[in-house]
């Protein structure tokens, strides 16, 4: 019998206890105020610099190996593309695209950031497209375009046709044809396409105040009751601990600690192998199977090809949560620690008397011989 209520209380511990225990470190670990913080403002800056040399060196690979591509026509643009003289990352910079970035797209992170952590009084917000605009009507945007376009064969009359339809629509069902139609139709494209542009609404409101309110009031009602989570753990922890504990509150402290140590500590230890294998399966899974594949213009090779070259990306953008799982973890193993530690310092409770005595040795020798 007291075997059975040992490996029943353990059970308890080790399978629903240590469980519910993992899941309640993974979902205070998403809400910390570091998580928000690297996401709307380190994760950002860091991509900024890590994505358009990436950008290059995926062209790179393309050029290199045009057989990757699927699609005749995109290899051709591909080819066209890599032979400029200038590369993705330096018309990211001239153009201005990498200022707007970092001025008016994290501007409006840092702000979604502050509300969600509570820090700032709920206020509308909303995103300044004109530096956009000017950055894609830039003079070093229609050098490149036009630099591309001059490294493209001479189009034939038909082409120049097609081309021109493909123009006005400018759609994956509908794209241009891999010629240039001479500098003049290139020039009358882009200056189709920049008053299109200017069509376009120049400041975009992403969040109405209301809608801030609305987030704010949920962070400042969330935030206190984040650490209930380990509510569930903590009442099963007792639970199994009651019933596994023989000899007081020393099996007691000692079950429970050693339960709170066997599911942070891995976790702790693990973390970043856990990183490891989260962007593994990002990049050799789901996003080779589902992105790239359904688009229908990448053979397998590109899929590796790019979902390799993306891992620096995966990286950066794991990293917070790994750090996050992290700190959690430390705090719930230094507690199963001390609680495991505790039981250890506790002696048991000696028997007031004779006749208490032999009444707990008398309750020992049944359960043995159960």
């Known amino acids: 019998m007291d075997l059975i209520r040992k490996v029943l209380g353990w059970g308890i511990l080790l399978s629903l206890g240590a469980t519910s225990l993992v899941g309640a470190i993974m979902s205070v670990a998403f809400f910390q105020d570091s998580m928000i913080d690297a996401y709307t403002n380190k994760v950002p800056t860091q991509l900024t610099r890590e994505v358009p040399p990436i950008l290059d060196r995926t062209l790179q690979v393309f050029s290199k190996n045009p057989d990757i591509l699927n699609d005749p026509n995109k290899q051709a643009w591909i080819q066209a593309i890599s032979r400029s003289s200038m590369k993705p990352s330096e018309v990211f910079v001239k153009s201005g695209l990498k200022a707007w970035t970092e001025k008016e797209l994290f501007s409006v992170l840092r702000e979604l950031g502050e509300l969600a952590r509570g820090r700032s009084k709920a206020h509308g917000i909303k995103i300044n497209y004109r530096p956009l605009h000017q950055a894609l009507a830039s003079p070093a945007i229609r050098a490149y375009a036009e630099d591309i376009f001059s490294k493209l064969p001479a189009c034939s009359p038909e082409k120049t046709k097609e ?205 043995r011989r159960r």
């Open 163 to 367: 081309w021109q339809t493909a123009w006005l629509t400018l759609s994956a069902n509908n794209p241009l044809p891999a010629c240039s139609p001479g500098v003049v139709h290139v020039r009358e494209g882009l200056d189709k396409l920049i008053a299109e542009l200017k069509k376009k609404p120049l400041e975009e409101v992403i969040i109405q105040t209301a809608e801030a309110r609305e987030l704010v009031g949920g962070v400042a009602l969330m935030r206190p009751l984040m650490w209930l989570v380990f509510f569930v753990p903590f009442v099963l922890l007792m639970i199994g601990g009651l019933v596994v504990s023989s000899t007081g509150a020393r099996g007691f402290l000692m079950s429970i600690g050693f339960t709170l140590v066997i599911s942070a500590g891995p976790m702790l230890l693990f973390s970043s192998m856990i990183q490891r294998a989260m962007v593994q399966f990002a990049s050799s899974n789901a996003m080779e199977s589902s992105l790239y594949r359904r688009a229908a213009i990448f053979s397998d090779k590109a899929a590796r090809e790019i979902a390799e070259l993306s891992l620096p990306v995966l990286r950066q953008m794991t990293q917070p949560l790994a750090v996050s799982v992290q700190q959690v973890s430390t705090w719930v193993f230094v507690v199963g620690m001390l609680t495991f530690v505790l039981s250890f310092l506790i002696a048991a409770r000696r028997p007031r008397n004779a006749a208490e005595g032999e009444a707990v040795e008398v309750v020992r020798v049944i359960r």
